[in-house]
Every structure is written in structure tokens, then in C-alpha cells.
């Protein structure tokens, strides 16, 4: 299964932005359909983005809708969540996740197979 690496999380205030990269191994990135989880303390984690293994179809969360964004470069065999007008609720861990790209859509939250160990966002007030 692919490897994955996330970086970019830290401690940011409210209105504040970060980026989250996650590099991923093999030569065959472009098959995998990628997304971002988070799990904040106490909850389960979600899914609050996903995209397509070409990049052509995003998902996004309604939670983060029109303050996140997913893209990714399959050329760096990279993925990326811009994180934009962070809120206090968006402390958590955020995890980068692979799954099969059958065909170039997004896919279910079910159906990831692989993911990092989490990169740790905190935002203040």
C-alpha cells in the first residue's frame, strides 16, 4: 500500500491559514484517489475533503466549504489542503488518505485504504 507523509499543521490563530502537504511513495500516485480526515478530541474522525485521482472532481465538506480547498500534483506525487479563515473548530488532527481510483472520481469515506500518521492544526483565539 502507498506511504503517506503529512506536514505543514501547527498552532495558528483564528483567521489565520496553513497549507497541509502530504507526500506520498510509488509510481503509481496517479492511480489513487486521494482526501483529508480530521479527528478532533472527543469526536470521530471525517472526511472534509476529497479528490479525484486526475484532480478533475473535488469534494469538500460543508463544514469547510469556501475556506478549504484539496489539490494535488501528480507529477510530485503530492496532495495538498489549503486551509484558509481557520476557526477554533478546525483543531484536530489531520490525516492524509489514499484509496482506489477505478475510475476519476472522489470516493466514499469508506473506502480509503491507507493513511498517514496526522499532522497536528490547533487554532486559537
Known amino acids: 500500500q502507498v506511504q503517506l507523509v503529512e506536514s505543514g499543521g501547527g498552532l495558528v490563530q483564528a483567521g489565520g491559514s496553513l497549507r497541509l502537504s502530504c507526500a506520498a511513495s510509488?509510481?503509481?500516485?496517479?492511480?489513487?484517489?486521494m482526501g483529508w480526515f480530521r479527528q478532533a478530541s472527543g469526536k470521530a474522525r471525517e472526511l472534509v475533503a476529497a479528490i479525484s485521482r486526475s484532480g478533475g472532481s473535488t469534494n469538500v465538506d460543508d463544514s469547510v466549504k469556501g475556506r478549504f480547498a484539496i489539490s494535488r500534483d501528480n507529477a510530485k506525487n503530492m496532495v495538498y489542503l489549503q486551509m484558509n479563515s481557520l476557526k477554533p473548530e478546525d483543531t484536530a488532527v489531520y490525516y492524509c488518505?489514499?484509496?482506489?481510483?477505478?475510475?476519476?472520481?472522489?470516493?466514499?469515506?469508506?473506502?480509503?485504504?491507507?493513511w498517514g500518521q496526522g499532522t497536528q492544526v490547533t487554532v486559537f483565539s
Open positions: 510509488g509510481r503509481i500516485f496517479s492511480t489513487y484517489a
Open positions: 488518505a489514499a484509496g482506489p481510483g477505478y475510475t476519476d472520481t472522489y470516493i466514499s469515506r469508506y473506502d480509503y485504504t491507507s
